[in-house]
């Protein structure tokens, strides 16, 4: 069966500029997880969604990050004024029912370059 | 705070020998510890789930093992496609996972 997609795979934006990723979690995953990965290191949390639902936002870095999940399936994750730090693969996860002991299975992420 | 250390950095293996790879955390009240696989360029594969002490899971060539401080992947016989990198996570309270920074392997024909 499909698995998580996001898009775009690449996205360049320069510096200032606000950008949006898609990501569309498993048809019936009712928990939906964005994480941020730099190179050489494990994925970092940002936001979960249990259907439509923002249940923990902690690991957002800054009020530019906002996430939604308006009908409970696919979610984007946007950045404004994107900042050079911003740079990372981010990556979006669901899992079927309560996040809470599932398994979360990821998508390919999105590579983000700002100049 | 949850920590989570994996151990070694990278590791060569030439096809057939066998080694383990290293998580250790500290986390107050583990609800899970996950082990994870990533190709370059992909997202993390998901491999295991160990929630208690003792417990022991195997897939092909893969084993992995939990006590209360650390978990190990064990690679028995390894291939070059078992080069990748493998990510080792746990959740405690919350909802995320804590990702530990990976162990890069790659195995040589």
């Known amino acids: 069966g499909a698995g998580v997609s996001q898009s775009p795979r690449y996205k360049v934006a320069k510096r200032g500029q606000d950008v949006a990723l898609r990501c569309d979690p498993i048809s019936g995953h009712v928990s939906l997880f964005w994480y941020q990965q730099a190179l050489g290191q494990g994925p970092e949390f940002l936001t979960y969604f249990q259907n439509e639902a923002q249940l923990d936002k902690s690991g957002l870095p800054s009020d530019r990050f906002f996430a939604e999940r308006p009908e409970g399936s696919v979610s984007t994750l946007k950045i404004q004024r994107t900042q050079q730090e911003d740079s990372a693969v981010y990556l979006c996860a669901s899992s079927l029912a309560g996040a809470r002991y599932n398994e979360q299975f990821f998508g390919p992420g999105t590579r983000l370059t700002v100049l | 705070e949850d920590q989570v250390t994996q151990s070694p950095e990278a590791l060569r293996l030439q096809e057939g020998e066998s080694s383990s790879l290293n998580c250790s955390y500290t986390?107050?009240?583990?609800?899970?510890l996950f082990w994870y696989r990533q190709d370059p360029g992909k997202g993390p594969e998901f491999l295991f789930t160990l929630y208690s002490a003792g417990e022991e899971k195997e897939k092909e060539r893969l084993k992995a093992t939990l006590t209360k401080k650390e978990s190990f992947l064990h690679i028995t016989a390894p291939k070059p496609e078992d080069s990748a990198t493998y990510l080792c996570a746990v959740r405690a309270s919350g909802y995320a996972l804590n990702f530990g920074k990976g162990t890069s392997l790659l195995v040589t024909p």
């Open positions: 986390v107050s009240g583990l609800r899970g």
